[in-house]
């Protein structure tokens, strides 16, 4: 699974940041809807690695951002949940996509008088 490549990733990326392994409270992360990323599927995935590689039972939030998409037509700009709209100005199909592929760890929250252990 996908997912599970990336919460191992997310995992070695909070362990390099953090300098160890620590107990986390939570983690905060931003998908786009281009990412091709299932949150539900990472919370899933995060959860369990978390547990296994003795990080707590950190609750991952998710900031579902929407896509900007620019009309090659019209030129304007737009947000969607996907690349499926047309441009609400003119209709045109015809976009090139600004931004929503992202993911980005945005923060981490420690447990409470947790250290990094170095
Ligand atoms: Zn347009």
Redesign the pocket.
């Given at each position: 699974m996908h997912e599970m490549t990336l919460a191992q990733d997310m995992i070695r990326i909070i362990e390099r940041t953090l300098g160890g392994k620590v107990r986390l409270e939570r983690v905060n992360v931003t998908i786009g809807p281009l990412a091709g990323i299932s949150g539900e599927s990472l919370r899933f995935c995060f959860t369990e690695i978390a547990r296994l590689e003795d990080f707590g039972e950190p609750e991952l939030t998710i900031n579902y951002t929407k896509a900007r998409l620019l009309?090659?037509?019209?030129?304007?700009e737009?947000s969607s949940d996907d690349l499926f709209h047309?441009?609400?100005?003119?209709?045109?199909i015809?976009?090139r996509v600004l931004s929503g592929r992202e993911f980005t760890v945005d923060s981490v929250e420690l447990e409470e008088g947790e250290e990094p252990d170095g």
């Open positions: 009309c090659l037509d019209c030129r304007e737009y047309c441009c609400p100005r003119c209709g045109s015809r976009k």
